[in-house]
């Protein structure tokens, strides 16, 4: 079959439906996952257009090729993490494009201990037998499975919230973490107001992605019903963005750094964080005794790092954050959760959690380029830079190290972007870092 080699990421399936991403595509995926991975494989999806017959597809090429299928229906990304775990399944597969706009589909694939397939651990294998079509041949059979109720009663084993007299906004975004959400919220008698909270594909209300920018319905639902905090959640609720009882949008780095404390006042702990995060989180693990560790970005690299070295907990600057106690998931719900729990205990609000921690210089933004040239014009920066004797680190992207601040810019492995990060403890060394940063911009390809 001849596919388009750029819905192929580092580690996942994306491209636009049904140019890119369709029916016939959906299901040699399913014959070739089954070739690759044997066995049991639970399949769900998100709530995007063509997701429903897509996942048919996917499912007859992976009872074609003699796979045990288990169809969960509509769910969070996290939940096939789980299933796989929970029920001793053999891998499984999710239909989404996460943060992605509406336009996009795609595909995230696990193996059987629920880790995240990418092209370093199969994808490519995945992508070879889907272009020579060399199946494995068998008769499967399709299971269908609702997987919500142990599902929450695992998560509120988990949480310890008592006599909650809190008030929650929670902006859906018309993504499936209307699925589980206010069921969780329930559970533990947190009041709530729901916001675009019923699925549809077409995202009327706002991007799939949560960004400061769209995220003005939230900050004055919250201050409006003077809520203790509001969250705002991707298409595929595997990513979170919080607000504060004043209705300001905390950046990764504070909702990160918050759930960091949640973890690390009571219990020395590893910390996994991506090489776009901030100083404050390094500095926060290191005053509570802890260990952070860096990581690759990227769920798949961030996912393994926190299981492969038993951290507790791991983050990324997109808003992704990593349980150990849920097999390394990000899962949005519980992060969720994990903050409403820590202010229930401590009986603050939300903005003095991170109003005490260090007030660094911090921004990043995301770029539009060129899907051929982004990964070339990173490496061009490599060579600029080694010319011009910067420190540097290469190990994801190129990262500029100053002496109290640093650059980091990198090729998106899920979109057609130039991902920047730049940080100062300054404000002048900050604004050198702004101008720097504009010139670098300037010469991205457009």
Same mark, same amino acid.
Request: glycine share 8%; aromatic share 12%; hydrophobic share 35%.
């Given at each position: 079959?001849?596919?388009?080699?750029?819905?192929?990421?580092?580690?996942?399936?994306?491209?636009?439906?049904?140019?890119?991403?369709?029916?016939?595509?959906?299901?040699?995926?399913?014959?070739?996952?089954?070739?690759?991975?044997?066995?049991?494989?639970?399949?769900?999806?998100?709530?995007?257009?063509?997701?429903?017959?897509?996942?048919?597809?996917?499912?007859?090429?992976?009872?074609?090729?003699?796979?045990?299928?288990?169809?969960?229906?509509?769910?969070?990304?996290?939940?096939?993490?789980?299933?796989?775990?929970?029920?001793?399944?053999?891998?499984?597969?999710?239909?989404?494009?996460?943060?992605?706009?509406?336009?996009?589909?795609?595909?995230?694939?696990?193996? /059987?201990?629920?880790?995240?397939?990418?092209?370093?651990?199969?994808?490519?294998?995945?992508?070879?037998?889907?272009?020579?079509?060399?199946?494995?041949?068998?008769?499967?059979?399709?299971?269908?499975?609702?997987?919500?109720?142990?599902?929450?009663?695992?998560?509120?084993?988990?949480?310890?919230?008592?006599?909650?007299?809190?008030?929650?906004?929670?902006?859906?975004?018309?993504?499936?973490?209307?699925?589980?959400?206010?069921?969780?919220?329930? /559970?533990?008698?947190?009041?709530?107001?729901?916001?675009?909270?019923?699925?549809?594909?077409?995202?009327?209300?706002?991007?799939?992605?949560?960004?400061?920018?769209?995220?003005?319905?939230?900050?004055?639902?919250?201050?409006?019903?003077?809520?203790? %905090?509001?969250?705002?959640?991707?298409?595929?609720?595997? /990513?979170?963005?919080?607000?504060?009882?004043?209705?300001?949008?905390?950046?990764?780095?504070?909702?990160?750094?918050?759930?960091?404390?949640?973890?690390?006042?009571?219990?020395?702990?590893?910390?996994?964080?991506?090489?776009?995060?901030?100083?404050?989180?390094?500095?926060?693990?290191?005053?509570?005794?802890?260990?952070?560790?860096?990581?690759?970005?990227?769920?798949?690299?961030?996912?393994?790092?926190?299981?492969?070295?038993?951290?507790?907990?791991?983050?990324?600057?997109?808003?992704?954050?990593?349980?150990?106690?849920?097999?390394?998931?990000?899962?949005?719900?519980?992060?969720?959760?994990?903050?409403?729990?820590?202010?229930?205990?401590?009986?603050?609000?939300?903005?003095?959690?991170?109003?005490?921690?260090?007030?660094?210089?911090?921004?990043?933004?995301?770029?539009?380029?060129?899907?051929?040239?982004?990964?070339?014009?990173?490496?061009?920066?490599?060579?600029?830079?080694?010319?011009?004797?910067?420190?540097?680190? %290469?190990?994801?992207?190129?990262?500029?190290?100053?002496?109290?601040?640093?650059?980091?810019?990198?090729?998106?492995?899920?979109?057609?972007?130039?991902?920047?990060?730049?940080?100062?403890?300054?404000?002048?060394?900050?604004?050198?870092?702004?101008?720097?940063?504009?010139?670098?911009?300037?010469?991205?390809?457009?």
């Amino acid at each position: 079959m001849e596919i388009d080699e750029s819905i192929f990421r580092a580690y996942d399936i994306r491209g636009i439906y049904p140019i890119q991403i369709n029916e016939e595509l959906a299901y040699k995926l399913g014959r070739s996952f089954a070739t690759f991975n044997k066995g049991k494989i639970v399949v769900g999806r998100d709530g995007r257009i063509g997701g429903e017959v897509l996942k048919e597809n996917l499912i007859k090429g992976l009872t074609e090729s003699g796979a045990e299928v288990i169809d969960i229906g509509i769910v969070p990304t996290p939940l096939i993490i789980f299933s796989i775990e929970y029920y001793n399944f053999d891998g499984g597969i999710c239909i989404t494009a996460s943060h992605n706009p509406k336009e996009y589909q795609g595909f995230l694939f696990y193996d /059987r201990e629920g880790e995240g397939i990418g092209l370093e651990n199969g994808l490519e294998e995945i992508k070879e037998n889907v272009r020579s079509e060399k199946f494995t041949e068998g008769k499967g059979i399709i299971l269908r499975k609702n997987i919500l109720q142990d599902y929450i009663n695992f998560i509120s084993d988990r949480i310890n919230i008592k006599n909650a007299k809190m008030k929650a906004v929670i902006d859906c975004g018309n993504g499936v973490a209307s699925v589980v959400l206010p069921k969780l919220l329930n /559970r533990f008698g947190i009041e709530y107001f729901p916001l675009f909270c019923s699925l549809d594909g077409n995202f009327p209300n706002r991007d799939p992605e949560p960004r400061m920018d769209n995220l003005k319905a939230l900050q004055e639902k919250v201050v409006e019903l003077k809520a203790d %905090c509001g969250f705002a959640y991707d298409g595929d609720a595997d /990513r979170v963005v919080g607000v504060d009882e004043k209705g300001n949008v905390l950046t990764p780095n504070q909702f990160f750094c918050v759930l960091i404390k949640s973890y690390l006042e009571n219990k020395k702990e590893k910390v996994v964080h991506d090489s776009l995060s901030s100083l404050t989180v390094d500095e926060l693990v290191k005053y509570y005794k802890g260990f952070p560790i860096g990581c690759r970005v990227g769920h798949v690299f961030i996912q393994k790092k926190v299981l492969e070295e038993n951290a507790a907990i791991g983050g990324e600057i997109s808003g992704h954050y990593f349980f150990n106690e849920l097999f390394g998931a990000d899962d949005a719900s519980f992060a969720t959760l994990k903050v409403l729990e820590y202010l229930n205990k401590k009986k603050i609000k939300l903005s003095e959690v991170y109003r005490e921690l260090p007030s660094y210089y911090f921004d990043s933004i995301r770029v539009k380029t060129k899907e051929e040239e982004k990964f070339k014009f990173i490496e061009n920066l490599k060579t600029e830079f080694k010319e011009k004797n910067y420190k540097m680190d %290469c190990s994801d992207g190129v990262k500029i190290i100053f002496d109290d601040s640093w650059i980091l810019l990198r090729a998106s492995n899920t979109e057609p972007k130039i991902s920047i990060a730049y940080e100062s403890k300054t404000e002048e060394g900050f604004e050198k870092l702004k101008k720097f940063v504009n010139e670098l911009v300037k010469k991205i390809p457009k």
